[in-house]
């Protein structure tokens, strides 16, 4: 089912819709395109989408590669749900960031956006070549975490919330 809103899957599992506002930093690829009218254009990757888990602590996002921002992203589930968040799970496109937006992303998680658990995995950090890494993102995220509040997060980790 194609809908760039929110839309609810189950009692506790919904997805983020469209992130159409950013005010921050995205992760939005600059050799991106897509066709409009026949012309190639910057494809500001409006169907990047994230769910989100609600749980008895509060909310939890498991975000794809956040090309939308993963600040942009906080900003949606906190408007839209009113709660805390308490993880972010997957990628969150900081792999091309500099070192000053990682940081800057790291200060606003823990002063406006509940200070969440950090389940971080692919393009937060580490491409394949041929793709160039800008910088090291997830040493920037855990120096400047507290201890146990950053974990990589492979294929196969378990994590375990109760949800109302």
Known sequence: ILNNKSQQISNNIYTSGEITERPEVDGTEKMAF??????LVK???LDDLSLIISTKEGEIIIAGCAHSGILNICKQVKETTGRKI?????GTHMVSYSPEEVLHV????????DNPDLFLNHCTDK????FVKKTKAFDIVRENQAEGKVEKCYVGTKLTYECN
């Open 34 to 39: 897509h066709r409009e009218n026949g012309k």
């Open 43 to 45: 494809d500001p990757i």
């Open 86 to 90: 308490i993880a972010i799970i997957g």
């Open 106 to 113: 790291i200060i606003t998680l823990k002063k406006k956006y």
């Open 127 to 130: 491409l394949p070549i041929p």
